[in-house]
């Protein structure tokens, strides 16, 4: 009965819609992820709900258009210049809220089904306003980001200035993010957005060594026990990668219920704790 609990409480956090969704940005988020997965099939339906009938669109060649162009290239009588269908994702989201207005910032990345390795990228700026109740995108902003763009990305990674480190609060709220995303993936059958997931929460940050001493201060002889959920979570990330790399949904998916089973253990055992202690100022 616990196990049901957990998969029926865990089901309503995931798969909350606009309606109930608790802040403008989880709206927003929602919204976006579900349209990437109409985008991705070329569903005029999912173009209908989130573009705003006054939209204007100013796309990455530096053509401009609005909606009805857009609804025309759905149905046919619209050359968009797309010979090739792609999987649309959406990441490094960021909202700024202003009112009954919005900004929706991100990166967005398209993956080829002709079975090309070579990704496209943007970056994606969109305005929202409520309308009639519902938020829609009245302005639109494409980018498409360089290729040389991203191997700079990757090369200055060394000469850069070492950063912050950052807390476990900051680490827990990355973890959560990342297990949003395992879950999207999952949901839309969409194996390299849980592959990406579970890589975050596998590879994610070293705790500061401050705090691991007043962990450890406080846990005592338990520290073992809270370390080895830590490993139990890193295992599953693993295997989970390596499932949804293979596009085994069905091991992919009873790993990751392990693993909400383990990050759930392990706060009902240590986060009232673990944040008491951390909340204190260092002595």
């Known amino acids: 009965m616990k196990k049901l609990f957990r998969l029926i409480t865990l089901s309503f956090l995931l798969m909350s819609t606009y309606a109930f969704a608790s802040s403008t940005q989880e709206q927003l988020t929602t919204m976006l992820l579900d349209f990437m997965k109409g985008a ?58 202003f009112g009954d207005t919005a900004v929706v910032a991100f990166r967005l990345i398209g993956k080829p089904t002709s079975g090309s390795e070579e990704l496209m990228q943007y970056f994606n700026t969109g305005t929202f306003h409520i309308q009639n109740s519902r938020w829609k995108a009245v302005a639109w902003q494409a980018t498409r980001i360089p290729e040389a763009e991203e191997q700079m990305k990757e090369s200055k990674v060394v000469a850069a200035e070492p950063s912050q480190e950052p807390t476990l609060k900051e680490i827990m709220q990355g973890l959560r993010e990342d297990v949003f995303i395992i879950a999207d993936g999952l949901f839309t059958d969409n194996m390299d957005r849980m592959a990406k997931g579970a890589s975050g929460i596998a590879h994610h940050p070293s705790i500061p060594g401050e705090q691991v001493q007043r962990v450890a201060a406080e846990l005592g002889p338990e520290m073992p026990a809270f370390k080895q959920f830590d490993m139990q979570v890193h295992d599953l990330s693993l295997s989970i990668i390596t499932a949804a790399r293979s596009q085994d949904r069905e091991s992919a998916g009873a790993d990751f219920q392990q693993l909400i089973n383990g990050c759930l253990a392990c706060h009902t055992s240590y986060k009232e704790r673990v944040a008491n202690v951390l909340n204190e100022p260092a002595q």
């Open 40 to 97: 991705s099939e070329n569903d005029p339906a999912a173009h209908d709900r989130f573009w705003s009938d006054e939209l204007i669109y100013t796309s990455s060649s530096g053509t401009r258009f609005g909606k009805a162009s857009i609804m025309e290239s759905l149905t046919g009588t619209y050359d968009s210049g797309e010979e090739d269908e792609v999987v649309w994702s959406a990441e490094d989201i960021q909202i700024q809220e």
